[in-house]
C-alpha cells in the first residue's frame, strides 16, 4: 500500500518580478492539467497541487518586514522522492519558468535536473500537521473506483439483463458477470492492497512510541500545568478580540478576488497565512498543538472522517480532501492549506457547527483570531467575526490543480466500498445495502 | 429574551396575509430622491406592521442598495451592509453559486437583471388586498403622486392565488405548497419545537440560532441627531433593528414541458402514458404528492387525508431515502434531521435551523388547469407566462438563502449523491463539472434513475432587498 506525503516549497521572489511571475502562473492556471510548464495531470501521483503568491507583509509584532514569496504544494502518494525526480526532470523547464523569478534560482547554464532538484530541496518546509481524508487511497484508486462506478452505473441502465427473480442477490450477480466480462475492469476482481507488514509495523510501533512519549511528557508537564492555565488564561484574556473592532465585519470584506477562483468545481481549495499572536508562549503551545494534531491524524483521523469522537460525543466533516498546516517565517507565521468540498460559506459553517474546537485549539494562536476560552470554547462559535477573519486572511490560490474535481470525498468513499464488495461474500441483507451504494 | 418591538417590525415578517387573496409587487426606481423622501415620509405611517392586525389591504416596502444610495445614505453606512446585499443577487461570482447562467443568465431579467438599458430597481412596495377591486384601488392611489414624488414605476408583478378543493395553496405544477414554514420564537404560538426559529434568525436586534445578533447595519451618531434609531454596536446607531433581509427571484415555471417529460420517461413500452407511473415519479421528484402529503408520511401513493403534513422527519423513518429520494425538492430545500452532525438527532435539528427561510412568495399566471390534471395540462393549449414570485425572508443571506441555493438545491453531492441538482428548480449544467441531469430514487433491489432532465424552471428577475424596521424607513425619509 502506497501512503500520503506532502511537499511545499516556500521561495521569495524577486520583488522586480512579482508581475512576469504572475503571467507564468496564470498560463498554467489557464490549463493546469495539460499545460506546456507543469502540466500537472501528467504526474500520476499528485492528488493536489497548487502555487500560492504571499504578498510581503509588515509583521505587526515588531515591525519586521517580510518579502513576498511563492509557495509550491503537492498532496502525493509516496515516495517523494519518485515526484520531485519527474517534476525536474519532465518539467524542468517549466520550474524554471516558474522558480527563475526566486531568490536564488541556479543561473541558466546551471539549470540541471540535479541543481533543480537541490534547489527544491533547499528551500522545502516541513509541513507540522498534515490532514489525509484516507490515509493509503492513491490517485490511481480513487480513479479506477470512479471508473467501476459509472461504468456498473451505466450497465444498470442500459444492459442489465430481464431476470427472474428481480431481487438483490441476482441483480448483484449480474453486475459481478458484468465486471467480469469487461476487461478494463480486471483490476477489479481483486480486492484493493492491504498495507503490507512492514508499513503496518512501523505505524504501530510510531503509535506506540508516540503515545508512550506523550504520556510521559505529559506526566512530566504536569506539574507545570496550573502556571501553563494561568498563563493560558491571562493570554486569552488580555489578547485583542475582533468582536471589539469595527473592521472585523464581513462586510469590511469584499473578497471579490477571491470569489473569482471559487465555486467551478464541487471541491474547492483555500489558503489563508495569518501571524502567530506575540511572545513565545503562543508559538510554542502551537508548535506543540500542530504535532499532536499530526499525530492524531496520522492515527486516528485517517479514515475519511475529521474531529469525530464518539465518546466525547463529538462529530467530524467528511468533507476535505486534504489539509496541511506550515509554520514559515521563523515562528512568525503559518500558511494553511485545504483541498474541500462544497463552497467556502458551507465549509465555515460546517467547522464552526461540528469541529469549532478543533479550529480554536489551533487557529485561536492566531492574531485577530476571536477570542478562545481553555483553547478549545468561544473562537470559532463567533460565527460571523470567525467567518470575517477567515475571509481577512485568505489568500488567491493562483494555481490549483485537483486530480478528481469531479468527486466528493464522499463519493470517493462509496466508490471504495462498491469495489470492496464487489466479490466479498455477503449476506442478503448486506447484499441490498450494497446495492443501495448506487 | 427582549420581546419583540412587533409595532417597529413589518407585518410581512409575521404573516403571509393569506387571507387578502390579492397581491401585486411594484418595483420602483428613484429619479429624483429630493421629492421622493417627503412620500416615504407619508408612506412610512401607511406601512403595516407586525404588531396591527390586517384590515382588507396591507403594503410593505423593502429597498435596495442602490435604493438606499440614491436615497442618500452615506457610504460610512453603505459599507455596514453585509457584502452579499451590497453587491447584489447579479454580482458574476455569486450567480455562478447561484445558478444564474445559461437561460438564467440576469442578462435576461425582465427586471432586476444586468442589462445596461434596465433601470436600476430601487424599491419594491408588496402590497395586498381581500380582492382584486381592492388592490386596484391600492395601487392606483400608490402609483398616481409616483410623478411628483421623483419616482419611475418599472414594473407591476402581479399574481394569482392558486387554491385547490380544501383551501390550500398549490404552484403551478400542481403540488400543494407553503406547507413548512419557520415558526418564529416569541412571535408565532410555539406548538413544535423542531420548527420554532430563534427570532435573530429573520429580523435583526434579536439573538439567533448561535445565540449572537447577526451583524446589523450602522449609522454614525451625528447623522442621526434626532436619535431617530437606537443604539447599536461600537457607539453607532442601529439601522438594522427589526429589520430584515428580503430576496426575491421571479421563478417562471414550464408547466407543460414538466409533465411533458414525466410522461415520456413513464411511458409504457408502447408509448401509450402510464399516469400511475407519472404521478410517481413527479412526487419523487417534488417529495411530496400533489396533496402536500410527504413520502415519508405515506409512501405508497397519495393520502389527503393526513392532517399534519408538516410533522414528519427524515432519519428514522427514511435514512436511506427509499421514501423521499435524497434528492427530491423538499428534502433539499429543508433536510430536517437528514444531515450531519448525527442524523436523526436534536444536533443534526440544531445545525438545519440556521437555514432556515421565512417564504412569503405568491404563485403568478393563470393555471392551465384549475383541476392541476395532468392529463389536462398535456393536451392543454395554454402558452403564456407562469409560475412563482419567490419571496424568502432572512437575516442573513449567505448563511440561510444563499445556502440553501446552493449547499443544498444546486449541489451536485448534496447528502452523498454523485451529479444531480435539485430535480424542480436545480441547475442542469453547474461550472465546469459537466451535466447534472439526473435523478435519483434509492429502491430495492436498486436505484431508478431519470436521465437528462430538462430545466423546468427559469429566473426572470431578482433581487436582493432590505427590509427596514418602520423607524429605520422614517430615518431613511429624513436623509439629507
Redesign the interface.
Known amino acids: 500500500m502506497t501512503h500520503q506525503e506532502t511537499l511545499t516549497v516556500v521561495a521569495s521572489i524577486q520583488p522586480e518580478q512579482m508581475d512576469a511571475l504572475r503571467n507564468v502562473l496564470q498560463t498554467i492556471q489557464q490549463n493546469v492539467e495539460h499545460n506546456d510548464l507543469i502540466p500537472f495531470a501528467r504526474f500520476p501521483q499528485v492528488h493536489f497541487a497548487r502555487f500560492v503568491i504571499m504578498e510581503s507583509v509588515i509583521d505587526p509584532v515588531g515591525g519586521r518586514a517580510i518579502p513576498a514569496q511563492l509557495a509550491f504544494s503537492s498532496c502525493i502518494d509516496t515516495p517523494l522522492k519518485t515526484y520531485l525526480r519527474s517534476l525536474v526532470e519532465t518539467a524542468g523547464s517549466g520550474l524554471d519558468q516558474v522558480f527563475s523569478h526566486c531568490q536564488g534560482y541556479p543561473s541558466p547554464q546551471q539549470r540541471t535536473p540535479r541543481s533543480r532538484l537541490a534547489y527544491l530541496r533547499r528551500h522545502q518546509k516541513k509541513t507540522q500537521t498534515f490532514y489525509v481524508n484516507t490515509v493509503g487511497r492513491t490517485v490511481q484508486q480513487v480513479q479506477q473506483e470512479a471508473d467501476l462506478r459509472d461504468k456498473i452505473?451505466h450497465f444498470?441502465?442500459h444492459d442489465l439483463p430481464r431476470m427472474s427473480p428481480?431481487?438483490?442477490a441476482s441483480?448483484r450477480r449480474a453486475i459481478q458477470n458484468f465486471v467480469k466480462q469487461e476487461p478494463a475492469l480486471a483490476w477489479a476482481l481483486t480486492p484493493v492492497a492491504r498495507p503490507g507488514w512492514l508499513w503496518q509495523l512501523q505505524e504501530k510501533l510510531h503509535f506506540a512510541i508516540g503515545l508512550l512519549l506523550i504520556l510521559l511528557l505529559g506526566l512530566l508537564f504536569l506539574p507545570f500545568v496550573p502556571l501553563f492555565i494561568i498563563l493560558l488564561r491571562w493570554h486569552e484574556e488580555t489578547a485583542p478580540h475582533p468582536r471589539q473592532n469595527?473592521n472585523f465585519?464581513?462586510?469590511?470584506?469584499?473578497?471579490?478576488h477571491l470569489?473569482?477562483d471559487?465555486?467551478?468545481?464541487?471541491q474547492n481549495q483555500f489558503t489563508v497565512v495569518g501571524f502567530v499572536k506575540p511572545g513565545w508562549f503562543r508559538l510554542a503551545t502551537l508548535r506543540v498543538i500542530l504535532e499532536l494534531a499530526n499525530f492524531v491524524t496520522r492515527h486516528v483521523f485517517n479514515n475519511g472522517d475529521l474531529g469525530t469522537v464518539p465518546l466525547l460525543n463529538l462529530?467530524?466533516?467528511?468533507t476535505i480532501h486534504f489539509a496541511n498546516w506550515v509554520v514559515i517565517d521563523g515562528g512568525r507565521r503559518v500558511l494553511f492549506m485545504s483541498n474541500y468540498?462544497?463552497?467556502l460559506?458551507?465549509y465555515m459553517?460546517d467547522f464552526?457547527?461540528?469541529v469549532a474546537w478543533g479550529l480554536n485549539i489551533i487557529f485561536g494562536h492566531g492574531i485577530d483570531y476571536p477570542k478562545t476560552q481553555w483553547l478549545v470554547k468561544g473562537g470559532a462559535?463567533?460565527?460571523?467575526v470567525y467567518k470575517a477573519v477567515l475571509r481577512k486572511y485568505q489568500i488567491r490560490t493562483q494555481v490549483w490543480y485537483a486530480a478528481y474535481?469531479?468527486l466528493?470525498a464522499?463519493?470517493i468513499r462509496?466508490n471504495a466500498e462498491i469495489r470492496a464488495g464487489l466479490f466479498q461474500p455477503l449476506t442478503a441483507a448486506e447484499e441490498?445495502a450494497w446495492?443501495?451504494r448506487? | 429574551m427582549d420581546s419583540l418591538d412587533l409595532q417597529d417590525i413589518q407585518g410581512i415578517i409575521a404573516r403571509g396575509y393569506g387571507n387578502l387573496n390579492a397581491a401585486a409587487y411594484l418595483l420602483l426606481h428613484i429619479q429624483d430622491a429630493t421629492l421622493t423622501k417627503p412620500w416615504l415620509a407619508k408612506l412610512a405611517d401607511q406601512v403595516q406592521t407586525s404588531q396591527d392586525r390586517p384590515g382588507n389591504r396591507c403594503l410593505n416596502l423593502a429597498i435596495t442598495y442602490q435604493g438606499l444610495a440614491a436615497l442618500g445614505l452615506p457610504e460610512s453606512s453603505l459599507?455596514?451592509?453585509?457584502?452579499e446585499f451590497?453587491?447584489g443577487m447579479t454580482?458574476p461570482?455569486?450567480s455562478?453559486?447561484l445558478g444564474d447562467h445559461g437561460s438564467n443568465n440576469p442578462q435576461f431579467w425582465q427586471w432586476g437583471g444586468t442589462h445596461p438599458a434596465q433601470p436600476t430597481v430601487h424599491l419594491l412596495l408588496l402590497l395586498y388586498a381581500r380582492d382584486d377591486r381592492q388592490l386596484a384601488e391600492l395601487v392606483a392611489e400608490l402609483v398616481e403622486p409616483f410623478p411628483a414624488s421623483g419616482i419611475k414605476l418599472i414594473g407591476k408583478l402581479d399574481t394569482q392565488p392558486l387554491k385547490d378543493e380544501q383551501g390550500g395553496f398549490r404552484e403551478h405544477f400542481g403540488f400543494r405548497d407553503a406547507i413548512s414554514q419557520p415558526l418564529i420564537e416569541g412571535l408565532h404560538p410555539s406548538r413544535a419545537p423542531e420548527h420554532t426559529i430563534k427570532a435573530g434568525e429573520f429580523i435583526l436586534g434579536y439573538p439567533n440560532e448561535?445565540n449572537?445578533l447577526?451583524?446589523s447595519?450602522r449609522v454614525k451618531p451625528e447623522l442621526d441627531p434626532h436619535n431617530l434609531l437606537p443604539l447599536g454596536?461600537?457607539g453607532?446607531h442601529d439601522l438594522g433593528r427589526n429589520g430584515s433581509y428580503l430576496v426575491f427571484r421571479q421563478l417562471s415555471q414550464d408547466v407543460v414541458g414538466f409533465w411533458r417529460f414525466l410522461d415520456r420517461a413513464t411511458q409504457h413500452a408502447d408509448g401509450s402514458s402510464n399516469p400511475d407511473a407519472r404521478l410517481h415519479l413527479a412526487a419523487k421528484m417534488v417529495g411530496r404528492w400533489p396533496s402536500g402529503t410527504s413520502l415519508v408520511q405515506s409512501p405508497d401513493g397519495d393520502d389527503p387525508s393526513v392532517g399534519d403534513k408538516n410533522n414528519f422527519a427524515y432519519h428514522h423513518e427514511d435514512a436511506?431515502g427509499l421514501r423521499c429520494p435524497f434528492g427530491a425538492h423538499v428534502r433539499r430545500s429543508n433536510p430536517r434531521d437528514s444531515l450531519?452532525?448525527?442524523p436523526g438527532t436534536e444536533?443534526s435539528i440544531a445545525?438545519n435551523k440556521?437555514h432556515r427561510l421565512l417564504r412569503r412568495g405568491r404563485t403568478y399566471g393563470a393555471p392551465i388547469s384549475d383541476s392541476f390534471d395532468p392529463d389536462e395540462i398535456l393536451t392543454a393549449q395554454s402558452p403564456g407566462e407562469r409560475g412563482i414570485h419567490f419571496i424568502c425572508i432572512n437575516a442573513?443571506i449567505?448563511?440561510q438563502f444563499?445556502?440553501v441555493q446552493?449547499?443544498w438545491i444546486n449541489?451536485?453531492?448534496f447528502s452523498?449523491l454523485?451529479?444531480e441538482t435539485d430535480p424542480l428548480i436545480g441547475d442542469r449544467s453547474?461550472?465546469?463539472?459537466?451535466n447534472t441531469n439526473r435523478f435519483t430514487e434509492?429502491a430495492?433491489?436498486?436505484?431508478n434513475?431519470t436521465?437528462e432532465l430538462p430545466q423546468f424552471v427559469v429566473v426572470r428577475g431578482g433581487a436582493y432587498f432590505f427590509l427596514p424596521g418602520i423607524n429605520a424607513l422614517r430615518y431613511l425619509a429624513t436623509l439629507a
Open positions: 452505473e444498470l441502465d428481480f431481487d438483490a441483480v469595527p465585519r464581513l462586510s469590511q470584506f469584499h473578497r471579490l470569489a473569482q471559487e465555486d467551478f468545481l464541487s462529530h467530524g466533516v467528511d468540498d462544497g463552497n460559506e458551507d459553517n464552526i457547527n461540528k462559535r463567533d460565527e460571523q474535481p469531479q466528493s464522499i463519493n462509496n441490498q446495492l443501495l448506487f | 459599507s455596514t451592509f453585509p457584502t451590497q453587491e454580482e461570482n455569486r455562478r453559486v448561535y449572537l447577526t451583524e447595519p454596536e461600537f453607532s436511506q450531519g452532525p448525527a444536533q445545525v440556521t442573513n449567505s448563511r444563499e445556502f446552493h449547499t449541489n451536485p453531492k452523498g454523485y451529479d453547474p461550472g465546469k463539472l459537466g434509492p430495492c433491489p436498486f436505484r434513475r436521465h
